[in-house]
């Protein structure tokens, strides 16, 4: 099984500021890796697939990047909607989908 | 409007089963791969179990195989998962999610329009 690593558990940071989010794979995952937000009560939702195409309808503010065992999910300036739970997800080793723990950003 | 509505949550002691269904609309559900992924209480996500398009393809976790068993009705534009012996551990929100982002005969990976989820609890 890949374990997917996040870090950190908990980001605080202020509307405007910029985030940045890590994903650290046990073995390489190519480029197969997803980024999704998800709200307290909600869903989750796909914001990032292959480490850096957006998915359709996502904001220009967030950018993924990363390929092998390092991941990042940037989000240029946060918006106030922006400040949920974020976990990353890999599909290299189908079917043996994993998602990371999970970071929260939170409003400082 | 794209959607998906999970159904079929409940209480049910160690040991019961339940169905959980998912209706699909806006989009053809024929066409994509469908997913169920749950979420424990205050927990993260994990992959339960992917179903190809046409039912050819059918993958479970470690953790379920088994004991559960996927399946859709295409002309019903419907989901379902059958939970058997269930245990205290697979009490979780159950979500319904698409195969996506491309459309593709296999299974897709990744998870591009999920339903707001059903809550099973299992406990005596």
């Known amino acids: 099984e890949i374990v997917l690593t996040q870090s950190p558990a908990t980001l605080s940071l202020s509307p405007g500021e910029r985030a940045t989010l890590s994903c650290r794979a046990s073995?390489?995952?190519?480029?197969?890796l997803a980024w999704y937000q998800q709200k307290p009560g909600q869903a989750p939702r796909l914001l990032i697939y292959?480490?850096?195409n957006r998915a359709t309808g996502i904001p220009a503010r967030f950018s993924g990047s990363g390929s092998g065992t390092d991941f990042t999910l940037t989000i240029s300036s946060l918006e106030p909607e922006d400040f949920a739970v974020y976990y990353c997800q890999q599909r290299s080793n189908w079917p043996q989908i994993t998602f990371g723990g999970g970071t929260k950003v939170e409003i400082k | 409007e794209v959607q998906l509505v999970e159904s079929g949550g409940g209480l049910v002691k160690p040991g019961g089963s339940l169905r959980l269904s998912c209706a699909a609309s806006?989009?053809?559900?024929?066409?994509?791969?469908m997913n169920w992924v749950r979420q424990a209480p205050g927990k993260g996500l994990e992959w339960v179990s992917s179903i190809s398009s046409s039912s050819s393809y059918i993958y479970y976790a470690d953790s379920v195989k088994g004991r559960f068993t996927i399946s859709r009705d295409n002309a019903k534009n419907s989901l379902y998962l059958q939970m058997n012996s269930l245990r205290a551990e697979d009490t979780a929100v159950y979500y319904c999610a698409r195969g996506g982002p491309t459309v593709t005969t296999l299974v897709a990976w990744y998870f591009d329009l999920w339903g707001r989820g059903t809550l099973v609890t299992v406990s005596s």
């Open positions: 806006g989009f053809t559900f024929s066409s994509y791969s």
């Open positions: 073995q390489s995952v190519s480029s197969y």
């Open positions: 292959d480490a850096s």
